[in-house]
């Protein structure tokens, strides 16, 4: 039986829980920016972009996600190799191409395309996994990773290590396995702190243990951010009446430390609401993955959901003092073009993915 054309797949719990975060951080950003009505335009229009995307894609067959996953995945690789010779460098790294007018973040692709090719390569696969199997998805992983912590970027990198990691796990990794990778991890930490991580990014967490040691430079933002959060109490402040944000105190405030002014203004009561939503999203994205038509489906809605759940809690634990700066913006709420269209695009897949059923004969 072939699809229904005047059928609309629509996921109204997801649609409109990310439209009404996406408006609360268009009322939060206006605050941030210190009332800056053109940053708030132009995120908005970001947004209604945005929700337009999400639709159209979630229009989309699964299949279609399956058939092109490697040409996704190897465009992406290729973006972010083209991103180290053409692209401009900006605070000590390369991380965005510009083509006209446009500039967008490469690495955004990527954490969309790994986890759906993952899911492509592994659905098919006997449980449990062969050996060969783990092997090469880790290589994978690894080389993706490796590809955007070069830029640098330690965030970016670190959420698409997890959300190939995700998808290895969810697909049937034996937990005698898992074991044996942490393990691994954890002996060859000092290898990896002398040789893949830069100076700033070493500082950076050596800061996290001791932020004091440095009050007026590398301890900064989290002393400050620690501070935004705390004076916030149970009720927040007011809106627009946050010292730490109006004063110019908090760092990035715009971005990585928005969450920070929501905590400050709004108070532990606006803090929890917002992650209560959050909360939903998330909730309703596993409903979907138990519930998807396929395998493959599963895979994609996992590893994308659980993406977004490593994003949000990195930015909640960063600006809190438990992770260092790494760079992480909070999803759906603080600005930029190239973050939020690619959430847009990612839960447009969920959407797709979760509402797409098998017509059955009649």
């Keep these: 039986m072939s699809k229904p054309l005047s059928k609309l797949y629509f996921d109204p719990y997801l649609f409109f829980s990310i439209a009404f975060v996406c408006i609360l951080g268009l009322f939060f950003l206006y605050s941030a920016s210190n009332t800056d009505l053109a940053i708030v335009t132009k995120q908005g229009v970001y947004v209604v972009v945005g929700l337009f995307l999400m639709l159209l894609i979630s229009q989309a067959e699964p299949d279609f996600f399956r058939r092109i996953s490697i040409r996704f995945y190897l465009l992406s690789t290729a973006l972010i190799i083209l991103t180290a010779f053409i692209g401009p460098e900006i605070n000590g790294a390369q991380r965005w191409v510009r083509i006209g007018y446009i500039s967008f973040q490469s690495s955004e692709l990527f954490k969309i395309a790994l986890p759906i090719f993952l899911a492509a390569f592994l659905c098919d696969k006997k449980l449990p996994i062969r050996g060969r199997d783990v092997l090469i998805t880790l290589f994978i992983i690894a080389a993706s990773f490796l590809l955007v912590a070069r830029q640098p970027d330690l965030g970016t990198a670190l959420i698409i290590l997890f959300s190939g990691v995700f ?147 990195i930015n909640l634990s960063m600006v809190i003092g438990l992770l260092p700066v790494v760079g992480m913006p909070l999803p759906f709420i603080s600005r930029g073009g190239s973050s939020l269209l690619s959430l847009f695009f990612a839960f447009g897949i969920i959407i797709s993915m979760g509402t797409h059923k098998k017509f059955l004969p009649q």
Excluded: H
């Design 167 to 313: 998808v290895l796990f969810l697909s049937g990794l034996s937990w005698s396995f898992i074991g044996a990778a942490f393990a691994a991890f954890i002996i060859s930490s000092p290898f990896l702190w002398s040789l893949f991580l830069q100076p700033f990014q070493r500082q950076r967490i050596a800061t996290l243990f001791n932020p004091e040691s440095d009050p007026f430079g590398a301890g900064w933002n989290i002393i400050q951010s620690k501070i935004a959060i705390g004076s916030g109490g149970l009720f927040g402040k007011g809106f627009g009446m946050g010292s730490q944000t109006q004063l110019n105190f908090l760092p990035e405030t715009k971005t990585d430390f928005i969450f920070s002014v929501i905590g400050e203004e709004f108070g532990f009561v606006g803090v929890l609401f917002l992650l209560s939503i959050y909360l939903f999203i998330l909730m309703r994205c596993f409903y979907l993955a138990l519930n998807a038509r396929d395998r493959f489906c599963r895979l994609v809605i996992g590893g994308l959901s659980l993406t977004f759940a490593a994003n949000l809690l």
